[in-house]
């Protein structure tokens, strides 16, 4: 599964020549061109690493920082700025940053840090609070999802589901390991339980369950989001 990269960087020249070299390198690329949007998608959306500028429009890079972790995003941020000055590197750094890169820089040592960050933090991704694909949203912390603005019941075990297949996007994942990880290693369901719920599932959320466009079925194996 290709991990999920942030850049938040307002310099068009940079964000074509980093989106192309992450992108051959395996990752998969999101953009924001202002800090308030990259705050927006940060929040609400799942990634392994962000790269953050500091000069930025809307709202400067350590504004976006400091309040990422406000709200109680934990993904790794590598804060990327044309300024050298050790006091903004300890800025940074202090309102949570988890490593600092100053322009100009060589591809290979942003690379090499990238890699750093996901060896410290495999799972950061999961740290969103809220997280929205189509028409619906999830709330983590409020264990709530809506559907174009409309509350949707789901049961703990659907949308432990869901949240599981959510930090977990575009992954094949098998019955048997959705079994042990949702329903425990213990609870001795069958795979027909998993078929079962995935279709309550689309039922909920797809706009037509008989073609789904995010819970995809894998055949042989077992299923995908790809929300």
Known sequence: MSKRILLIEDEPG????????????????????????????????????????VMLPRKNGFDVCRDLRQRGIQT????????????????GLKLGADDYLTKPFEMIELLARIEALLRRAPAAAVAAEVYQFGAVRVDFRKAEVTRDGQPVELSAREFGLLRYFIEHREAAITRDTLLNEVWGYHAMPSTRTVDVHVAWLRQKLEANPRHPQYILTVHGLGYKFVG
Do not use: H, N
């Open 14 to 53: 940079l964000v074509l020549t980093l989106t192309d070299r992450l992108s051959k390198e395996g990752y998969a690329v999101e953009t924001a061109r202002d800090g308030e949007l990259g705050l927006r998608r940060a929040t609400t959306e799942l990634f392994d690493v962000i790269l953050l500028d």
């Open 76 to 91: 790794p941020v590598l804060m990327l700025t044309a300024r050298g000055q050790v006091v903004d590197k300890v800025v």
